[in-house]
Nanobody
């Protein structure tokens, strides 16, 4: 088990940008997969983006492709989500997730594959 702590959420106007961070407790993450999910009020939690640490392969949900970028800082063991061109429909609680397995692409967006979760950070897009 690892501890994941998200930060960087807040209130932003449509078209604006935010960068979320997820700090992980110290260990080697060489073969892990880490991801961002989000949950809007009254809706199920959904996949946003994931990155496989072994080869830096990044995968995105269609709804955020071209606007969001997932990245990581190995030295700081931190995961990031750069969100540009934010829309009202991006409003949600954003969760960081991690698994010690290098997931195959067909599974990388599945919640059940991740066994470590952060507490979430609220992102509100509103004018």
């Amino acid at each position: 088990q690892v501890q994941l702590v998200e930060s960087g959420g807040g209130l932003v106007q449509p078209g604006g940008s935010l960068r979320l961070s997820c700090a992980a407790s110290g260990r080697s993450f060489g073969r892990w997969t880490m991801a961002w999910f989000r949950q809007a009020p009254g809706k199920e939690r959904q996949f946003v983006a994931a990155i496989r640490m072994s080869d830096n392969k990044a995968v995105y949900a269609d709804s955020v492709k071209g606007r969001f970028t997932i990245s990581r800082d190995s030295a700081k063991i931190t995961l990031y989500l750069q969100m540009n061109g934010l829309k009202v429909e991006d409003t949600a609680v954003y969760y960081c997730a991690a698994t010690s397995r290098g997931l195959i692409l067909s599974s990388i967006g599945q919640m059940r594959e991740y066994d470590n979760w952060g507490q979430g950070t609220q992102v509100t897009v509103s004018s």
